[in-house]
Nanobody, 121 residues
Framework: QVHLVESGGGLVQPGGSLRLSCVAS????????MNWYRQAPGKQRELVAA???????RYEDSVKGRFTISRDNAKNAVYLQMNNLKPEDTAVYYC???????????????WGQGTQVTVSS
């Protein structure tokens, strides 16, 4: 079984920065898509950023130019560098990885437990 552990959330003033990390552990043969989602109170969970296993990225429009997603395949890790944070970025952030545990096993969806990001003065 694969377990994702997130870290890096917290309270930051507007204009500040945070870096979220998400590391997978367990029986891992390969990982595919790695994404970050967020869910603000009273809103649906939304995709913030995504990265393929070859490094192609895409972002939700409101974070383009401020957030950067990256991955380290050797560490089974995905990161989200968040700069120029705004109050509307306040949410619980969840990481997501598509993980195959063996060569002949299809990948499964794995989710982190969520980490709170609060942007406030």
């Amino acid at each position: 079984q694969v377990h994702l552990v997130e870290s890096g959330g917290g309270l930051v003033q507007p204009g500040g920065s945070l870096r979220l990390s998400c590391v997978a552990s367990g029986k891992i043969f390969n990982t595919y898509m790695m994404n970050w989602y967020r869910q603000a109170p009273g809103k649906q969970r939304e995709l913030v950023a995504a990265i393929t296993n070859s490094g192609h990225t895409r972002y939700e429009d409101s974070v383009k130019g401020r957030f950067t997603i990256s991955r380290d395949n050797a560490k089974n890790a995905v990161y989200l560098q968040m700069n120029n944070l705004k109050p509307e970025d306040t949410a619980v952030y969840y990481c997501y990885q598509e993980v195959a545990s063996d060569a002949d096993v299809p990948w499964v969806e794995c989710w982190g437990q969520g980490t709170q990001v609060t942007v406030s003065s």
